[in-house]
């Protein structure tokens, strides 16, 4: 067979090729096949200049000739390739607008969370820190430390889970008072937001609560402070038109004691059908006082120096009467019907 011959049934195999190839990538290799540099073509084009002038334009023209066609059959293939493959993948990721999504569950916040966001937010805005304290707490610190020593009738007045000898689930957040005096020289402005257990259960106690406990201990505070102090949160928690009333309690480890009443932010006192006082026009809301000076004195501060003022809600009760639940035991029963509607 002459290099002309050669030329041309090589020249018709990759017109061929081309023409079959189904893909871009089977595309290239008949690319490199019949033009690469290794190529039979390739090579005849190499050996020309050993020819002789005639042969050389005879040869060198279907050379040229063919490699001219072949590539302008492979960039002719390419066009249409690549533009198949684009359709097609446009076809298989197209996105149908149309089909109905599918629906993620809302997320919301705990009401109990809602109202301890809330407490803390405002303390944290008054320049109180956040302190915690452990869940499982030592009898001296959730008892005897706070003024009721061992045996103490006090110990009685909360229904307490314990867990071994000396120590117990915490009833109050009140340790944590303990804790951070213990840890740190006045002035001490905190408040502690945790779980805490009691042997309850009935519509407006549960075994696991939350409490937040408050501690401020300076020189010269006075029940004019705290009475000063939680009637702003007061407001802060259930609008601003709220007022405040302390009534004498007993509390261990304060002196004197009080409870402090909201007046009834749905009524403002004037129903006596009111669902949220019960015609009460009050609704009571925590547990506070002084510092007992005892306390003071078994964390090594002087009383003769330092005041305090401490107190002790539970938010759950407070989100019971914000957003009208009838039953503590709601909250914690985790039903998304009863979550979801907060
Ligand atoms: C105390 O626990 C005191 N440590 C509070 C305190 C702190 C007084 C600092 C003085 C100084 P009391 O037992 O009243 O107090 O509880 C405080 C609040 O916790 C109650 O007003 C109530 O809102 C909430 N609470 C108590 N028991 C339960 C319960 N079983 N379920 C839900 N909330 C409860």
Not at 31 to 46: N, Q
Not at 201 to 218: C, K, R
Request: aromatic fraction near 8%.
């Amino acid at each position: 067979m002459t290099p002309v011959d050669r030329i041309e049934a090589l020249r018709e195999e990759a017109l061929s090729a081309v023409a079959s190839a189904d893909s871009t990538s089977d595309l290239e290799t008949v690319r490199v096949r019949y033009l690469g540099r290794s190529a039979e073509l390739t090579e005849i084009k190499k050996s020309i200049r050993d020819l002789s002038p005639e042969e050389r334009r005879e040869v060198g023209g279907a050379a040229n000739r063919a490699t001219g066609e072949i590539e302008a059959a492979l960039s002719a293939r390419l066009e249409n390739l690549a533009a198949a493959e684009r359709e097609e993948r446009l076809g298989s990721e197209a996105v149908d607008v149309t089909l109905p999504g599918v629906p993620y569950p809302k997320g919301s916040l705990h009401p109990s969370l809602r109202v301890i966001d809330e407490v803390v937010d405002f303390f944290v805005g008054l320049g109180y820190r956040v302190a915690e304290g452990p869940e499982v707490e030592t009898d001296y610190y959730n008892f005897t430390a706070l003024n009721i020593p061992p045996g103490h009738p006090a110990r009685g007045m909360q229904d307490t889970f314990f867990i071994d000898e000396g120590l117990v689930l915490r009833t109050h957040t009140s340790p944590v008072q303990i804790r951070t005096m213990l840890f740190q020289e006045p002035p001490v402005y905190v408040v502690c937001p945790g779980r805490t257990y009691r042997r309850d259960s009935d519509p407006t106690h549960t075994p696991m609560f939350n409490q937040i406990e408050g501690l401020a201990v300076d020189r010269g505070l006075n029940l004019g402070h705290l009475k000063g102090t939680l009637a702003a949160m007061a407001r802060h928690v259930f609008g601003e038109d709220v007022s405040v009333r302390l009534r004498p309690s007993y509390f261990q480890f304060v002196e004197p004691g009080v409870e402090l009443d909201v007046s009834c932010f749905a009524c403002g006192g004037s129903d006596p059908n009111c669902k949220v006082c019960r015609g009460a026009g009050w609704i009571e809301m925590l547990g506070a006082g002084m510092v007992d000076p005892a306390v003071l004195t078994e964390v090594g501060y002087d009383p003769e120096e330092y005041t305090g003022f401490a107190f002790g809600m539970g938010p759950d009760r407070m989100a019971m009467v914000k957003y009208g639940v009838p039953d503590l035991r709601l909250f914690f029963e985790g039903d998304l019907r009863f979550l979801q509607q907060f």
